[in-house]
């Protein structure tokens, strides 16, 4: 199920910097590395955008009060199971994985997100724009 969300994620990329190149006026048989269009258009490839915006929301979450709809949704593992075919994968699996990517654990960031000016610096850390190497 994994790969499958791999190979969706790489194929959206795909699409958007045909998007782009198109936007741009770039057309076969000239050529530009993805990484001059991003720097070109001043954007990022579209899974880190997904990465960046996937922290942010979970600081905000991180930092509600706990009888909030969301902050219960976190935690929150419904009972039974699956019909068959459909993916195991959550919005805190994901999350989690992408945690453990960079050796980090839930309860570990929950500490972080109570300072937002930290967590910035954090969200920014763990996704970086690309602008920095200039």
Not at 37 to 43: D, I, P, S
Not at 47 to 64: A, Q, S
């Amino acid at each position: 199920c994994w790969r499958v969300v791999q190979s969706d994620m790489k194929r959206l990329d795909a699409f958007n910097n045909r998007c782009l190149r198109g936007i741009c006026g770039i057309f076969w048989p000239n050529v530009m590395s993805n990484k001059d269009l991003y720097k070109t258009t001043k954007t990022r490839c579209l899974t880190d955008e997904i990465k960046f915006r996937r922290m942010r929301w979970l600081g905000h979450v991180l930092r509600m009060e706990p009888d909030r709809t969301a902050k219960i949704a976190l935690r929150w593992t419904p009972p039974g199971k699956r019909k068959p075919g459909r993916p195991k994968t959550t919005w805190r699996r994901t999350i989690t994985s992408e945690l453990a990517e960079n050796h980090l654990t839930l309860g570990a960031t929950q500490h972080r997100a109570r300072d937002r000016l930290k967590w910035k610096q954090f969200e920014v850390a763990l996704c970086p724009t690309g602008d920095e190497e200039d």
